[in-house]
């Protein structure tokens, strides 16, 4: 079934996915206060425009700079390898792609194991298969799945906006909700990386 969840899982890898809830989950609590601090005499419905708002400029903020890291990621990819397609000896293409991929691989390989990913890279380069620097669909799709993984995550903190009249209650219960969230997130995101849940939380 192809619900938002699903769309979301296919274009996000998990980290992505934490660093867009979190992240989006501290931007409607920021929200919150600013929206409250900024209305004399703040009702639900006020609050509940204002700070769903800001969470869809920030989805469509969020979503548009995902998608151009995604673009000038490629770029960097690209522009490396023309430079090492253009080196004038070997060593100087070896270096190009040490400096490059040195700090990803220093802890995984070997000396050895690395020069031969280093020919590796080389040899790809030569037979001049290489992705050009365009903008992609799939781009397009991740910069939609973060502004989706962002309203989604963020619906939790202006539902006491519709079920509570009283405005402080409402954003009392709100900013807990969303404290509550990122403890939460901090436990899950505890748990991908190995370390200890409720210390991250």
Not at 180 to 190: A, D, E, N, Q, T
Request: charged content about 20%; overall charge neutral; hydrophobic content about 50%.
């Amino acid at each position: 079934m192809n619900t938002p969840i699903a769309f979301i899982r296919r274009h996000l890898d998990p980290v992505d996915r934490l660093g867009e809830v979190l992240f989006g989950l501290i931007m409607a609590l920021g929200f919150t206060s600013a929206c409250r601090l900024g209305l004399a005499q703040p009702d639900n419905r006020d609050l509940l425009i204002g700070i769903s708002g800001c969470n869809l400029a920030w989805a469509f903020v969020d979503g548009a700079m995902h998608t151009l890291a995604s673009l000038f990621e490629r770029g960097r990819r690209a522009r490396l390898f023309r430079m090492v397609a253009q080196a004038k000896t070997e060593a100087d293409a070896f270096e190009l792609i040490d400096r490059e991929l040195r700090g990803r691989l220093e802890t995984l390989a070997t000396d050895h194991e690395r020069e031969r990913i280093y020919r590796w890279v080389l040899e790809a380069v030569q037979r001049g298969k290489h992705e050009q620097a365009w903008l992609s669909w799939g781009d397009a799709l991740g910069g939609v799945a973060v502004g989706l993984l962002i309203v989604v995550a963020t619906v939790p903190v202006v539902i006491p906006f519709l079920l509570f009249r009283n405005a402080d209650v409402a954003v009392r219960v709100s900013e807990l909700m969303a404290i509550g969230l990122l403890f939460w997130i901090g436990c899950w995101w505890g748990r991908e990386v190995g370390s200890s849940p409720l210390r991250i939380g």
